[in-house]
T-cell receptor, first 118, second 117 residues
């Protein structure tokens, strides 16, 4: 069974600094997707960044980038130039396409609560 | 990005009553919808997966007779908490995935906070 582990329950970072959130996962699958989702205090989850396992290049979205190490099963999120609006709960997620029922199967980590300090 | 709307955002009900939560995909066809439950400061717990026109697939430990899920169209799924009790109080979140370039990405509703008195 797949598992997703986020070992940092809480983190804080000074505004404008860089912070890295860690995520490791365990799977025997070769084809899968990885995501980072953000859940701000408003509670609606939004996608931050996604990575297809077959792509070697690390995904980047503006100030957000990932360090995807497939062999090590690691998928960390780096937030550069942190802003107060980045304060949120961040969830790492593993998605296996073509679940046995024909749908997607998502597994979420336990989350990392990030606080950006002014 | 795609929009998923969830209603109601807040609901308070008496013990023993049933509550229906709606999840709508506003600008895309959601072939699959997921229902999650989230306890304070915890991760999302998948309750069930539903495909349009078919029965929902419930996760182990989730009572299908208590949490009725209907996915009658490609834009609407409903979760009905039947005979609600205080222990059912929680934050319920729906999400939807479609097809095309965003295949695999989940679009989340705003969540519904249920309080059972």
């Amino acid at each position: 069974a797949q598992t997703v582990t986020q070992s940092q329950p809480e983190m804080s970072v000074q505004e404008a600094e860089t912070v890295t959130l860690s995520c490791t996962y365990d799977t025997s699958e070769n084809n899968y997707y990885l995501f980072w989702y953000k859940q701000p205090p408003s509670r609606q989850m939004i996608l931050v960044i996604r990575q297809e396992a077959y792509k070697q290049q690390n995904a980047t979205e503006n100030r957000f980038s990932v360090n995807f190490q497939k062999a090590a099963k690691s998928f960390s999120l780096k937030i550069s130039d942190s802003q107060l609006g980045d304060t949120a709960m961040y969830f790492c997620a593993f998605m296996k396409p073509f679940h046995t029922s024909g749908t997607y199967k998502y597994i979420f980590g336990t989350g990392t609560r990030l606080k950006v300090l002014a | 990005g795609a929009v998923v709307s969830q209603h109601p955002s807040w609901v308070i009900c008496k013990s023993g009553t049933s509550v229906k939560i709606e999840c709508r995909s506003l600008d895309f066809q959601a072939t699959t919808m997921f229902w999650y439950r989230q306890f304070p400061k915890q991760s999302l717990m998948l309750m069930a997966t539903s495909n349009e026109g078919s029965k929902a697939t419930y996760e182990q430990g989730v009572e299908k007779d208590k949490f009725l899920i209907n996915h009658a169209s490609l834009t609407l799924s409903t979760l009905t908490v039947t005979s609600a009790h205080p222990e059912d109080s929680s934050f319920y979140i729906c999400s939807a995935s479609g097809t095309g370039p965003t295949t695999g990405e989940l679009f989340f509703g705003e969540g519904s906070r249920l309080t059972v008195l």
